[in-house]
């Protein structure tokens, strides 16, 4: 009770508001943060579970065993099916190879199909959002298929046996990604249908996708049940196996989430540690007090550590007030500019806010409140006796333990708390150098510097530790600050890059070697520029070294168990890079032929420069040596292959050959041209899954903005936290200078002068420490290439300058302002 009372008394006198205000502060940024980044973070994997219409989809060969149907409902999984299949469709003398989809009610279960009853429109009040599937009898068909067929909406056509009314046209469907469904155009129908049309057949080829959504919960339970009982024609499919190249964008993403989340307790555990460093040397005459009265040093320490434990309950409490109502706030202050529908945080993401309060209080706070019974009785007595603190280096290691703590607790990933750790240890160590140096080396320009600078430069020699330990704070909070806008910046860009506004978004395949040159002169023609025409064949590879693969490489290396795409070319895409080995200018002809293989699965095959592959195409046998190993970039839409052969090597092999080209919207038109004239061509459209994966990058990257600000905004309450923990002395040495008749502009100019160079020292040493911290963040965590921030080196030190001393001359304003005896007074 006596801490209680102890603590209310206290807080009444003001003690104890500025470490009460430091650790609500740092609850309410962790927790905003946090419960922010889950709301988005969840809410982005929800948008991208719609590039596969669902959050899992079975993949099968054969129909979905029906005992399966019950057991999801037992679940309470959502699930439908897509059943997948080529088929010739016809209408009187016309006819297509289309890719029908045949659906069941509740498809999609994420995302939504758009509709129409305007062919290729593009006019918002001419689409709208399907109310289910199409009712039996009926079929949606793309916008191309009605010129092919030369039918209209009302029409009917036939898909085997089965006549269907053409109702409205597909504009968008969110499962576009699968692979299978882009070969022709889309007619799509009611399962109930499909018995009717008597086109699937034993032998047929056909893809069964079954579609899962629900409770995350839930929904992984049901399926480790159904692991066990698929078969090896079935597959379960994620959006990390759907496709690479979004999944990785959103795996960066949320690690860059995680990383605000990790620079949100950085920044409170620094807040927490300089206010503590004032609360305790405010309560100095106190302590001397209770020891003249008698109190022993552990009673002392208890009745410390019981406040500082009530104080860090009540303020975590509070500050995850604060933290839930700013994020609602922002979500909602948001809402209206940026379309991210946030979802609901689950309560994990409060437990963080909260225990952020107590571990800082415990390794941040209690330090200096622990030290606090070295204070000799006789300091009630004499003032001016000096008190020794607690030690730099054993406060340093407490803080360092709890920043290993909170960012693994926190993010949960061991690199990225050895990178922030590691990179934050450096730092400081070498700022602590630099910064005395630096301060020193203040003292010669301020000899020869006018009187206003003469005097700030003056105050930070005479608080030399003080100032060092200023502008650790600064370049902390700063280094920081620019280590996540430069992250933010990196990622966006290379997002942007990979998938540029000229990206492929139709692919040519099938085309046969007498229609190569009819078809490069006809794209001259409409003026469209398409990628090198590959030849390719498919093949099997069976042998390395002339010996069969082992069991543990045919597990790890899918490709050994189903044929390839092979092809050769003389030139390199822009996005393949040679890593080891000789490209074909360099092969040898009297080596045989030479073979590029794709880096990851030379990795898997455990290949080697020089060893031999034989393969098997279509019953013949290819030997190949291998000459090199190549990088690939599989989200650029060019075409792309694991193995590449030396020039003519598959000319004997009957290769059909496929390009990719980049069609506007405006020429649409001419995929319908091209296939009237050559009609065995297989023309796969990307272009509806390169806008579906835009539109969820965007968002991504939205995300990622709304985050860095958040943060921001935490880190300037850290700054101005730490312009304000010298407040005392400075507002002291005003007030004398004032008494003496110094003029308002002189001191003024002299705090501007003094938090201006504290910010600049602080800001060169924080682009230092960002540079540091951004290597190994790019290089071991992120994944993004390696880049010099030149940028940095200005808006470090002089954006640095600019902040701190205009929030130092801001927080000294009332020195001015109000009578010397008053603020003497205030501050005696």
Not at 481 to 493: F, P
Request: proline share 4%; charged share 15%.
């Amino acid at each position: 009770m006596l801490a209680l009372r102890l603590l209310w008394r206290n807080w009444r006198s003001g003690e104890v508001k500025i470490l009460a205000g430091a650790l609500l502060l740092a609850v309410a940024v962790v927790s905003a943060i946090g419960v922010f980044t889950e709301r988005l973070e969840r809410s982005l994997i929800k948008e991208s579970s719609s590039f596969l219409g669902a959050d899992r989809i079975v993949r099968s060969s054969h129909p979905i065993d029906p005992d399966w149907f019950a057991a999801a409902d037992e679940q309470q999984v959502r699930r439908a099916q897509s059943i997948l299949f080529s088929s010739m469709v016809f209408s009187g003398d016309n006819m297509h190879l289309a890719s029908v989809k045949a659906v069941t009610p509740g498809y999609p279960l994420a995302g939504t199909l758009e509709i129409s009853r305007v062919p290729f429109a593009v006019d918002a009040a001419d689409v709208f959002v399907a109310p289910g599937v199409p009712a039996p009898g009926e079929a949606w068909v793309d916008s191309r298929l009605l010129p092919l067929l030369d039918v209209g909406i009302g029409d009917t056509v036939e898909v085997g046996e089965k006549t269907l009314t053409v109702s409205h046209v597909v504009i968008r469907e969110p499962d576009r990604g699968d692979g299978f469904s882009l070969f022709g155009a889309r007619l799509m129908m009611n399962a109930a249908d499909l018995d009717a049309t008597d086109v699937i057949q034993p032998g047929s080829r056909v893809r069964y996708h079954w579609l899962l959504a629900g409770d995350e919960t839930r929904l992984e339970g049901f399926i480790r049940w159904l692991e066990p009982r698929l078969t090896e024609h079935q597959r379960i499919v994620d959006l990390d196996s759907a496709q690479r190249g979004l999944s990785t964008t959103l795996n960066t993403g949320r690690r860059f989430l995680m990383l605000a989340g990790v620079v949100g307790v950085l920044l409170a555990g620094v807040a927490i540690a300089i206010a503590a460093q004032r609360f305790a040397g405010r309560h100095v005459d106190q302590v001397a007090l209770m020891k003249s009265l008698g109190a022993s040093a552990w009673r002392i320490r208890r009745l410390y550590a019981g406040q500082l434990l009530l104080l860090a309950i009540i303020a975590s409490l509070a500050g995850l007030l604060v933290g839930d109502m700013v994020q609602r706030l922002v979500a909602s202050a948001l809402a209206a500019v940026f379309p991210v529908s946030l979802g609901a945080a689950p309560l994990s993401a409060y437990g963080v806010g909260a225990i952020t309060g107590l571990v800082c209080a415990l390794f941040f706070a209690l330090p200096p409140l622990w030290h606090l019974p070295v204070v000799p009785p006789l300091k009630i007595l004499r003032r001016e006796m000096e008190v020794g603190a607690v030690r730099a280096w054993s406060q340093g290691a407490l803080g360092l333990c709890a920043v290993v703590l909170l960012v693994w607790l926190y993010s949960g990933d061991t690199r990225l708390t050895a990178a922030v750790v590691l990179g934050l240890g450096a730092v400081i160590c070498l700022a602590a150098l630099a910064a005395w140096r630096l301060v020193h080396a203040g003292r010669y320009v301020g000899m020869r510097a006018g009187s206003i600078w003469r005097l700030a430069l003056a105050n930070l020699q005479r608080r030399r530790g003080q100032s060092v330990v200023q502008i650790l704070v600064f370049a902390i909070a700063l280094m920081l600050l620019l280590t996540l806008a430069t992250v933010r910046t990196s990622l966006i860009d290379e997002w942007q890059v990979q998938l540029p506004a000229d990206t492929p978004n139709h692919f040519l395949v099938n085309v046969a070697p007498h229609e190569v040159e009819p078809i490069q002169q006809l794209m001259a023609a409409e003026g469209v520029s398409a990628s090198f025409l590959f030849p390719m064949v498919r093949g099997r590879l069976t042998h390395i070294n002339d010996a069969l693969p082992t069991a543990q490489v045919q597990r790890e290396a899918e490709v050994l168990r189903r044929e390839a795409n092979l092809s050769w070319t003389e030139t390199l895409n822009p996005d393949n890079k040679i890593t080891a080995g000789q490209w074909w200018p360099q092969w040898s002809a009297e080596r045989g032929v030479g073979v590029s293989v794709e880096q990851e699965i030379a990795e898997r095959l455990q290949l080697e420069l020089g060893d031999r592959l034989r393969f098997s195409i279509g019953g013949l046998r290819l030997d190949a040596t291998v000459a090199s190993f190549r990088s690939l970039e599989w989200d650029s839409m060019r075409p792309n292959f694991y193995f590449l052969f030396s020039p003519g090597a598959l000319d004997n092999y009957s290769p059909m050959y496929l390009t990719s080209v980049y069609l506007p919207p405006r020429k649409k038109l001419f995929v319908n041209d091209l296939l009237r004239e050559f009609p065995t061509v297989v023309v796969v459209e990307m272009d509806k899954v390169i806008e579906q994966i835009r539109v969820i990058v965007a968002q991504v990257s939205r995300g990622v903005e709304l985050v860095l600000w958040l943060v921001l905004a935490g880190g300037l309450f850290v700054l101005l936290a730490a312009v304000n923990a010298s407040m005392d002395s400075r507002l002291q040495e005003s007030g004398l200078l004032r008494a003496l008749g110094s003029r308002r502009g002189l001191i003024m100019g002299s705090l501007w002068a003094e938090f201006s160079a504290l910010g600049f020292f602080a800001g060169v040493l924080a682009v230092l420490g960002a540079e540091v911290l951004l290597f190994g963040l790019q290089t071991w965590v992120l994944n993004i290439p390696i880049q010099p921030h030149l940028l940095l080196w200005v808006l470090g030190p002089f954006g640095g300058a600019a902040l701190v001393g205009a929030l130092g001359v801001l927080s000294c304003q009332r020195v001015v302002t109000v009578a010397p005896a008053v603020v003497l007074r205030e501050v005696g």
